[in-house]
């Protein structure tokens, strides 16, 4: 199992009730093609910031109670039920606008400074997906948010971690610049591949900082309970578990990307059983 924070959308699982999933596949569709407009395929730069920007006038007209598409029309199989979903629902239009800023964000910038970048980036990409389930399950509120922000920006940071051979491919790094230089790690790295000491240490630091972030938001499983808590438990433990094969790679993420076999679905169940969260 990939941890991908869109790929973590409970989409059409037996845990969501079944008024709910027409709701999240409606959402999944958006969050995920707009994430392809600017990570799949060839075009270019530019290109790819007019389909978003195409994305950003649906949802302004949404916002307005109009969007006025035909059926025929190329966005009509995301944006009409998307609208169907947002007025049903009552749901915040700013999620989806944050999501449309970080995807093109990521058609125009491929490096971070430090971590406050990084974290406002994954505060637009990954935490809104996780305040919108909140909105969708009537759970929305100050502290189910921010356990909800932390565990979403876990789970992108252990995307990133887990491939930063397959973005430095894209021509991107997510790992924080000032880390970097802190561990003496450069680009050089990652380019050759290269798993040595100072590697390790930068990639510790970073797997740590994430299974906090996960740890942290924990509590949000029981604060919401039933179905979506038991959801968020797997997800939670899911991501921990990949962590905890990086380490046991070594950080060598450039031989091996870290997924998950039948073997760690079982041994996920007994901790999902036991409500063991932290490893």
């Not at 502290?143 to 971690?161: E, K, V, Y």
Request: aromatic share 8%.
């Amino acid at each position: 199992m990939p941890v991908d924070h869109y790929e973590n959308f409970p989409v059409a699982s037996l845990l969501v009730p079944r008024h709910l999933r027409p709701a999240v596949i409606n959402i999944y569709r958006f969050a995920r093609s707009a994430d392809d407009i600017a990570d799949e395929g060839n075009a270019n730069a530019e290109t790819r910031l007019v389909q978003l920007n195409a994305y950003r006038r649906q949802l302004s007209a949404i916002q307005e109670d109009a969007c006025p598409l035909s059926a025929s029309d190329p966005l009509a199989g995301i944006f009409l039920p998307l609208k169907k979903t947002i007025q049903t629902h009552q749901l915040s239009i700013e999620p989806f606008f944050d999501l449309l800023s970080a995807f093109s964000q990521d058609v125009q910038k491929t490096r971070y400074a430090d971590d406050q970048e990084l974290l406002d980036y994954c505060s637009r990409s990954a935490n809104p997906v996780g305040r919108l389930m909140l909105q969708l399950y009537q759970a929305d509120n100050p502290a189910n948010r921010s356990l909800s922000d932390a565990i979403c920006t876990g789970l992108q940071l252990t995307n990133f971690w887990q491939d930063v051979a397959i973005d430095w491919r894209k021509e991107r790094v997510y790992l924080p610049q000032s880390a970097m230089q802190s561990c003496g790690v450069t680009e050089t790295h990652i380019a050759e591949g290269r798993c040595d000491e100072a590697w390790q240490e930068l990639m510790q630091e970073r797997t740590q900082q994430a299974r906090s972030m996960l740890n942290s938001g924990f509590p949000l499983v029981h604060n919401v309970g039933g179905r979506l808590g038991l959801e968020l438990k797997f997800v939670i433990l899911g991501g921990l578990r990949i962590l905890e094969r990086l380490e046991q790679l070594n950080y060598n993420v450039f031989s091996r990307r870290p997924t998950l076999n039948k073997g760690d679905w079982i041994l996920l169940l007994g901790r999902a059983i036991s409500r063991r969260a932290s490893t």
